[in-house]
């Protein structure tokens, strides 16, 4: 497969990534219902993830992409506990807007 | 060709990820989501990181988006998708994250990537030179993130349960 080497340079995948994660910042600091931010965040680790394989593959490197596949666990147990986190306030609340939950706003 | 795929990819990932953000319904969101996930597969494939992708596509489009929309159908969220910021606080914030695309961006500048170009190994990302990585230098955390996956499964079913009283 040595017909397949790429031209594209790194900073393409750079680009492509802030890109994608100011994206998924702007969802977080934009939405008001839990579950859309809660999905941009896992958009801002896909991005971050997408980074650490092309870095990985600039540096021939296979570490990267072990990285990555701990940091797509990590996600799997941080979604499930956030969403029973949120289907229980939910169920305290009546509602998903992060805008009624301020009993700890000073 | 790869270039073309690489430009069709990402235009499909921002397409995607802009929509998540901007749709009002969020099972469009949901939907849009996967889409984006795809296409970040499709990207890991002409990274030569084959292992990646269709770990993607299980975890991520499979597993989590179906966890997603099982709670949006379990809140019935349609019916509150009027859930709206002031036109003052959205432009602040749509002002803040493109600030800090903008501060990024001018970071990475200086950080002379530019003549540097990806020559993928044909054999780096495959099951076996990963799963060799797993299970040789990286067999402890392998390991403790089965138990992190154990307490976050029980965590999950202590929070989410009724409480029977």
Redo the contacts between chains.
């Keep these: ?2 017909e ?13 990534c ?10 977080v ?5 839990a ?2 931010m ?3 965040i ?2 801002m680790l ?1 991005a971050i ?2 980074m650490l ?2 870095f ?3 540096s ?1 490197n ?2 990267g ?2 990285f ?3 940091i ?10 956030g ?6 306030v ?2 305290n609340v009546n ?3 992060i805008e009624k939950l301020q009993n700890l706003k000073w | 060709m ?2 073309n795929a ?1 430009y069709i990819l ?1 235009a499909i ?2 397409f995607c ?2 929509m ?2 901007l749709s009002k319904n ?1 099972v469009h ?2 939907l849009y ?1 996967v889409t ?2 795809f296409a ?1 597969s499709g ?2 494939i ?4 084959q ?2 992708a269709i ?2 596509i299980i ?2 489009a499979g ?2 988006m179906v ?2 929309l099982f ?2 159908m ?2 019935n ?1 349609n019916q ?2 009027t ?3 002031d036109t003052w606080v ?1 432009f602040a ?2 002002i ?3 600030a ?2 903008l501060a ?2 001018a970071s ?1 500048r200086t950080a002379e ?10 054999n ?2 495959t099951v076996q ?2 799963g060799k ?2 299970f040789s ?2 067999l402890l ?1 392998f390991e403790i ?1 089965s138990i ?2 154990f ?3 029980v ?6 349960k ?1 409480e029977i009283d």
């Excluded at chain 2, 002409?46 to 990181?49: K, M, W």
């Excluded at chain 2, 990537?113 to 044909?122: M, Q």
């Design positions: 497969m040595n397949t080497i790429q031209i594209l340079s790194v900073s393409h995948y750079v680009t492509l802030t890109i994608l994660f100011s994206i998924g910042v702007l969802g600091l934009l939405k008001r219902n579950i859309i809660f999905m941009c896992e958009l896909n993830n997408l394989v092309a990985s593959a600039h021939q296979p570490a992409q072990t990555v596949f701990f797509m666990i990590i996600a799997a147990a941080e979604v499930a506990v969403l029973a986190i949120l289907v229980m939910f169920r509602s998903i807007d | 790869i270039q690489f990402s990932a921002i990820a802009l998540v953000v969020p969101s949901v989501l984006c996930f970040i990207h890991y002409l990274l030569n990181a292992f990646l770990v993607n975890v991520y597993a989590i966890l997603f709670v949006v379990m809140l969220l509150q998708n859930l709206e910021k959205k914030c749509v803040g994250g493109g800090l695309m990024l961006t990475i990537l530019t003549t540097l170009s990806v020559t993928p190994l044909s780096q990302g030179s990963i990585e797993l230098t990286y955390p993130s992190l996956l307490a976050a499964i965590g999950a079913i202590l929070l989410a009724k």
